[in-house]
């Protein structure tokens, strides 16, 4: 079992992050080779600030580590410290089509708020499809709202392997099943994502204790009061008690039976301490990390040539399948 995934720099980290990929991430580095990479490429498909995405690439690795994950066991790295993503995302970009990446749900959302448009927004698709197949991925951990995106993935997988003979694994999605879509505290239709406009949809993973509590607390809610596990009729509360299950390892069973004849205003001082004490001990993790930027360097550096030896490899056999000459 060989397990791909990442993150883009986009923003700050936010629960949705952790519970729908980075927790899995943890769990999965004693099962499978895991290779987790910071995807900044893709965070260029919309502007990005130069010096707050250097930032924000860093911060995302440091708290890959926070969470969890032990550099001695994956390969934690940065996706452009690997030049082959890009050159594998043109060549799977002329195999896939106009119409499939037109008909990405993300890309419509995303397009839709914009004025203009980048070549790269379009061909997102292409260059995740690319991350996962260097590394001959089998598995990769995702949240729900990258289920089409590997769809797509599998479908060039397999289109590459009919075309220019058997490349690669035609990868599966890991995607669990509580919190695989954590939704916009302020808007239970939306998910919660790092470059929302409003701060108080999400709650980041580095808020303070006090950011946390003030997030929950104007979170919105539904009509009618009880609290019932009920995503069709009660979509905000739902999101909360589903927040909650995950942060306290409790049951939506459990917390629908406890929260019996209480009000809103219990279950969100009791969901806002739950995921005050989640964050703090990844925060403290992630302090120490920060000041010692050196050991972070190191561990991109080691977990870009592992990558990189992965993908050469790879690259050597696409190359010569998709008839390429050799340079000597
Ligand atoms: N709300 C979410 N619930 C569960 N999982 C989520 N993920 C993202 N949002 C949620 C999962 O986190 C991983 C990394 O996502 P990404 O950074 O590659 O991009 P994204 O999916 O587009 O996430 P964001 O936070 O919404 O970023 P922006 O706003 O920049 O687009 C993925 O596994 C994703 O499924």
């Given amino acids: 079992m060989r397990v791909l995934s990442g993150i883009q720099p986009s923003g700050h980290l936010h629960l949705g992050n952790y519970l729908g990929a980075l927790r899995q991430f943890v769990d ?58 890009a050159e594998l995302g043109w060549l799977l970009g002329c195999l896939c089509t106009f119409g499939e990446l037109q008909r990405m749900t993300q890309f419509k959302d995303k397009a839709g ?27 990769v951990p995702v949240g729900d709202d990258q289920r089409q995106h590997l769809e797509l993935t599998r479908d060039l997988a397999a289109r590459f392997n009919a075309r220019h003979g058997e490349t690669f694994p035609v990868p599966a999605a890991l995607i669990g099943a509580v919190g695989a879509r954590v939704m916009s505290l302020q808007n239970p239709h939306e998910k919660m994502s790092k470059s929302s406009p409003d701060p108080r949809s999400r709650v980041e993973l580095l808020d303070t204790p006090d950011q946390v509590r003030a997030k929950i607390r104007v979170a919105v809610t539904d009509s009618e009061r009880e609290i019932r596990h009920d995503p069709e009729h009660k979509p905000a509360v739902s999101n909360l008690l589903e927040i909650l299950a995950l942060a306290s390892s409790q049951s939506l069973a459990e917390l629908q039976e406890h929260y019996v004849g209480l009000g809103y205003g219990r279950l969100k001082q009791d969901l806002a301490e739950a995921v005050v004490a989640l964050l703090e001990p990844l925060q403290a993790r992630q302090r120490e990390l920060s000041a010692a930027p050196d050991h972070l360097r190191a561990v991109l550096g080691q977990g870009a040539e592992l990558a990189h030896a992965l993908a050469e490899d790879t690259m050597r056999d696409v190359r010569t399948a998709m008839g390429l000459l050799t340079a000597r």
């Fill in 28 to 85: 999965l580095q004693d099962r499978a080779q895991c290779l987790f990479c910071v995807v900044d490429l893709h965070a260029l498909t919309v502007r990005q600030d130069p010096a707050a995405l250097r930032q924000s690439t860093l911060e995302v690795a440091s708290l890959y580590l926070a969470a969890g994950i032990d550099p001695q066991r994956a390969a934690i790295f940065v996706q452009s410290h690997v030049p082959e993503h």
């Fill in 113 to 139: 708020e914009r004025e203009s448009v980048s070549l790269g927004l379009f061909a997102y698709p292409a260059l995740m499809a690319a991350d996962i197949l260097l590394y001959r991925a089998s598995h």
